[in-house]
């Protein structure tokens, strides 16, 4: 009898290794490029002015020389080594330091016809005997070409020209290091030369795009022949750490949920959701109008994570950390205390700072260097400023799936307008299909007094309550009352 097939998500079905590798160091990069550039063989990078290809062939080489003792030769046509080594430090490089140890060489080339004419043509073998003496010097397995379209602008002759291409790229492969070369987009073509035609192993382009008057940059692999990559269009940010990359495609549903719960902080809501609270590592949306109370539910989550010995980390799109401090204390929560222990993070800014990439990598980060047990978003709602509804869905679909594949609570808050009760159960985000536990803040006037009132609208995997209740936000701190008569529906 045979066995039974074993079910299994797409990205978990059996991979016939491929080309070897080598790893970048690029946070990101050889996450997509499953394991790194082409060993032994050269890449391209293109793309417009500004887009970082020159910092992505820089990082290549100073990561190759300091983390995976593979010392490099750094090749520029456009910058003196001053510029490079200056440019880079602001990234923590400490290239001046490689290169007085050997382990890294620069050769910056000023082109001029006559370094490259010979009787009768122009060829590119003086580039070859200086590179091949860079190389040997550090013992280099590492090669970078930054800016080869200047090179290329000396020889007149398009057929002359293809023909070093191609000695170029055999060259660079004879030697046995993995290289990166570097050029400019061209208008009908991804080079101005097009360089992808002889560079057929790995092609990388990048972007740099203004959307919303928001200025983003994004990353794909065009082409990658003999490995399996992402094909996305992936966002990359260029920060103090240097070059990263986010990927963007959802994890695979297959993450592992778990069975403990976390309180919410306010014990009535606890008896709603069954009894003990929001199940750890689910997706939490707490809707309503404004003034409902929407923040001061998320600080309870906050308070509650930390107080436990827990770490939360609360992203704000509206408030700043010291006004959230002076409004949450109005109601009873001490979060200096905890922002002092380091138990709480305070993030703010606004979502119009950067783009939605940005904003996602930036989140990345930060659960990285934070390692919170719950994150808090506040609202989600602002994100509809800086992009349209299906881009901030699939944002914050990725989020959604990032924070549950780490096992990490997270609760979001968002603004409904309008006074139509059916309104009330939508997101202007689209992500309520996704969320876990689902509640809803609304305000009801009664003889003059607005009234806070708070319903269940979904928890899955648990039993809870149909039954709205009053909510009660006061010096002392947050609870829930039953209704009172007058606000309570009519039985059908």
Known sequence: MSEPQRMTQPDQEAFVAGISKCPTGIRGLDEITDGGLPLGRPTLVAGAAGCGKTLIAMEFIVRGARDFDEPGVFMAFE???????????????????????????????????????????????????????????????????????????????????????????????????????????????????????????????????????????????????????????YPILIDEQGFSVMPISSVGLDHR????????????????????????????????????????????????????????????????????????????????????????????????????????????????????????????????????PLEVRIMLTRIIDFLKGAEITALFTGLTQGTDPTAWERTDEGVSSLIDTWLLLRMANVKGTRRRLIDVLKSRGMAHSHQARELLIEDSGISLIDLPSNLREPAA
């Open 257 to 388: 949920v778990s069975r403990e719960r976390v309180s919410s902080g306010i014990a009535e809501l606890d008896e709603m959701l069954g009894g003990r609270g929001y199940y750890k590592g689910s997706s939490i949306l707490v809707s309503g109008t404004s003034g409902a109370g929407k923040t001061s539910l998320a600080i309870a989550l906050a308070d509650s994570i930390c107080r436990q010995g827990g770490r939360c980390l609360h992203w704000s799109s509206e408030e700043s950390p010291d006004q959230i401090l002076r409004n949450m204390a109005s109601i009873g929560f001490d979060l200096a205390t905890h922002l002092q222990s380091g138990r709480l993070h305070c993030h703010a800014v606004r979502p119009t700072l950067y783009g939605l990439e940005n904003h996602l990598v930036r989140l990345h980060k930060l659960v990285g260097s934070v390692r919170p047990d719950a994150v808090i978003l506040d609202p989600i709602t602002s994100f509809t400023a800086i992009g349209e």
């Open 79 to 233: 910058e003196s080594a001053g510029e490079l080594i200056a440019n880079v430090t602001s990234l923590g490089f400490a290239l001046d330091t490689l290169i007085d140890q050997g382990r890294v060489a620069i050769d910056c080339v000023e082109i001029e016809r006559s370094e490259i004419e010979e009787t009768g043509d122009y060829d590119l073998e003086g580039l070859f005997v200086r590179l091949g003496s860079a190389i040997a010097e550090v013992g280099a397995r590492r090669v970078a070409l930054d800016g080869l379209d200047a090179l290329f602008a000396a020889i007149p002759s398009e057929a002359i020209l293809r023909g070093e291409l191609r000695r170029l790229f055999r060259w660079l492969k004879a030697q046995g290091v993995s290289a990166v070369i570097t050029a400019e987009r061209g208008e009908k073509t991804l080079t101005r030369h097009g360089l992808e035609e002889y560079v057929s192993d790995c092609v990388i382009f990048l972007d740099h795009r203004v959307s919303n008057q928001v200025a983003t940059r994004r990353l794909r692999i065009y082409k990658y022949r003999g490995s399996r990559h992402g094909t996305n269009e």
